[in-house]
């Protein structure tokens, strides 16, 4: 009788330990699922923090450029009028010293050192004649050229694109 009742109850053994490998594998699975979830979430987290700060990296470099293209304009402005030949007046020189020092804190050394080259030219010789007058238009034209590649990059013109002139009113 001993042997008969193994044999009886060994059926139900063999669906208790069925049944405790089904649940032990399908936890595991479903653990295995929950922290794979978890590791993509944390993975996605790190890939929008990447993303973001990209974007605030595209935004400053725009924020920049933005900013150039104001001091860029300014001092172009302030430059022009002592390439005319005449001498500028008290405001006018502190303009271009004020859109000066904006360069100088925001733009590329190279820019700076044609505009320095530029300052030189003028301020070298009080009396300007024709070929100081030619040779400070040259360096103007590059710093005009120098610029516009910083905000502009592929542009195809060229220091013989830019012009001066003078208008007559007759």
Do not use: C
């Not at 208790?16 to 295995?32: E, G, H, P």
């Not at 020092?101 to 010789?125: A, C, P, R, V």
């Not at 238009?137 to 003078?166: C, G, S, W």
């Amino acid at each position: 009788m001993g042997k008969k009742k193994k044999s009886k109850y060994k059926w139900l053994y063999e669906l208790v330990k069925f049944v405790l490998i089904a649940v032990i594998s399908i936890t595991i699975y479903f653990l295995n699922e929950k922290v794979g979830n978890m590791a993509t979430k944390q993975d996605i987290g790190e890939i929008t923090k990447i993303v973001e700060d990209i974007k605030s990296d595209i935004k400053e470099r725009e924020n920049i450029k933005g900013q150039r293209r104001v001091f860029y304009t300014d001092l172009s402005e302030s430059m022009i009028i002592s390439l005319k030949g005449n001498n500028p007046s008290v405001e006018q020189n502190r303009i271009f010293q004020k859109n000066y020092s904006k360069i100088w804190i925001w733009d590329k050394d190279s820019t700076i050192i044609k505009l320095n080259k530029l300052i030189d030219e003028m301020t070298s010789k009080i009396s300007v004649d024709y070929n100081d007058l030619e040779s400070a238009q040259k360096t103007y034209a590059e710093i005009m050229l120098h610029m516009r590649k910083e905000i502009v990059p592929d542009t195809k013109l060229n220091i013989k694109d830019y012009r001066f002139f003078v208008i007559v009113n007759k």
